[in-house]
Antibody
Framework: EVQLVESGGGLVQPGGSLRLSCAASGFTLSTYSMNWVRQAPGKGLEWVSYIRSGSNTVYYADSVKGRFTISRDNAKNSLSLQMNSLRAEDTAVYYC????????????????WGQGTLVTVST | DIQMTQSPSSLSASVGDRVTITCRASQSITTYLNWYQQKPGEAPKLLIYTASTLQSGVPSRFSGSGSGTDFTLTISTLQPEDFATYYCQQSYSTPLTFGGGTKVEIK
């Protein structure tokens, strides 16, 4: 059974740092592209970052570029998001999501999501 | 960036109603369009991918259509467990943007 479990959220002051982790089970994380998506309280979904399968190609939303770093630990089958220079507007539930890509049918979608971890940036 | 606009932002409906939600992209995304359902306190759940393909395990009362810039999610006969917020997402290019969501409430 595929499972994604996030951890590492919490309360942090503006300007601080936090590292989120996403432990994967039931599949080999390195063979899938993985994403972070966040949701501010009472708001919609915002894609944050992506790391491509089989390579270290990464992409970031403009809102986090230069402050957040996505990475993968294949030995631990886990995904991470290092968040620096945190701002109040980064307050959100952060989800990791597995992406499934099927070239033949032009499909790219998030088929499994973790339960999310809450990050609160406040004094 | 590709902007995704959903309408309506909310709607009230009764069990048994037919519900239609629209999603419009700011440029053509061919069929790189996915639909997710989210209930309060839960993670989003994939319903439909590639505009019209039903994810395994999702009831057949859900259907999707469209290509290019205009897409539709239809719930043929609304069930009590369908009251939730629905999001479209384009996966044509980064940033992978979501629509603002449509909250389906009980009338």
């Amino acid at each position: 059974e595929v499972q994604l479990v996030e951890s590492g959220g919490g309360l942090v002051q503006p300007g601080g740092s936090l590292r989120l982790s996403c432990a994967a089970s039931g599949f080999t994380l390195s063979t899938y592209s993985m994403n972070w998506v966040r949701q501010a309280p009472g708001k919609g979904l915002e894609w944050v970052s992506y790391i491509r399968s089989g390579s270290n190609t990464v992409y970031y939303a403009d809102s986090v570029k230069g402050r957040f770093t996505i990475s993968r630990d294949n030995a631990k089958n886990s995904l991470s998001l290092q968040m620096n220079s945190l701002r109040a507007e980064d307050t959100a539930v952060y989800y990791c999501a597995r992406a499934n890509f099927i070239a033949a049918s032009a499909s790219y979608y998030f088929d499994y999501w973790g339960q999310g971890t809450l990050v609160t940036v406040s004094t | 960036d590709i902007q995704m606009t959903q309408s309506p932002s909310s709607l009230s409906a009764s069990v048994g109603d037919r519900v239609t939600i629209t999603c419009r992209a700011s440029q053509s995304i061919t069929t790189y369009l996915n639909w997710y359902q989210q209930k309060p306190g839960e993670a989003p759940k994939l319903l439909i991918y590639t505009a019209s393909t039903l994810q395994s395990g999702v009831p057949s009362r859900f259907s999707g259509s469209g290509s290019g810039t205009d897409f539709t999610l239809t719930i043929s006969t609304l069930q009590p467990e369908d009251f939730a917020t629905y999001y479209c997402q384009q996966s044509y290019s980064t940033p992978l943007t979501f629509g603002g969501g449509t909250k389906v409430e009980i009338k």
